[in-house]
């Protein structure tokens, strides 16, 4: 694999097959899936989040470190996650997301926020300096002076205070077709939204050399609430 990284994705389920058949990839089964025809540019206007697989970002794609492997990886990640609780929000529903449409976290993501920051600092160590192509590709001059600095601490700007949970669903939009794939999306996904929404496992994804990011291993989170 070129890269890693660390999602929640749904289960087995209606949610995550309608989630994969709208993005056209289905990365728990690594194959391509029929778009559905809701009168809009599916396959153009998911180029971006195909990519990926359907997901909220926890830990975003890194390569391996020098002296680390995919072995060390998954058992620090299968031990972070014993030490982890279930976080359980009232639902999910459809938001505007810096000029995308994504699904967000209804309630208060706090707990959300403080999982995804032991995640990111806990398994700091496998991730490899980003190299100078990779700092440019994220616009560093578009980020606030905390953005950038998280991005040279962690290899990703939107980490720790900064990280807002959500699930793709689109590319950027232009403010008409945002407004049309607005309602249908809502009407699309609202029979199959989790309510509540329960984060219970850890994902870890790779990507291929050639091809989207496929799931290579779910972790259950198995701490008590309590702990």
Known sequence: MKRYAIYYAPPEGAFATRAAGWLGWDAARGQAVAQPDLGLPAADMTTDPRRYG???TIKAPFRLAPGQDVAGLRTALARLAAELAP??????????HDGFLALTPEGDATALRDLAARVVTGLDAFRAPLSDAEIARRRPERLTPR????????????VLEEFRFHLTLTNRLDPDLADRAEARLRAHFAPVLPRPFLFDALCLFGEPPEGPFRLLERFALRASAST
């Open 54 to 56: 359907f997901h909220g």
């Open 147 to 158: 953005q950038r600095a998280l991005l040279d601490l962690y290899g990703y700007p939107f």
């Open 87 to 96: 976080v359980s929000l009232p639902g999910l529903q459809l938001s505007r």
